[in-house]
């Protein structure tokens, strides 16, 4: 087979943005798990001083428009790191 027939291959790029990485904002993701009676099951970034129950709940008051319900008993907090550190200075005072 001749070279000249063969498709050339060209790396794929990233789409470019008006933002600068730099600007980006990072996000915190918090995983939620439930029991099919409602009750969690686990739930990520809890600090030791709240029960499960008490983060899901501070997070739901601060932050409820970041929650995303799955099926299967799953849901996640998208939160911007600003407003996850601010849940958590709220929580430690």
Known sequence: MA?????????????????????????????????PNSDINSIGEKPA???ASQWYERLLDM???HYQTFAGGRGF????????EAILTDVAG
């Open 63 to 65: 932050a409820r428009p």
């Open 3 to 35: 070279r000249d027939n063969l498709a050339r291959v060209l790396p794929v790029e990233a789409p470019r943005s008006h933002i600068a990485p730099a600007a980006a904002t990072e996000e915190v993701l918090i995983h939620v798990r439930f029991f």
């Open 49 to 51: 001083s709240l029960t």
């Open 77 to 84: 907090f998208r939160l911007p790191r600003p407003c996850f």
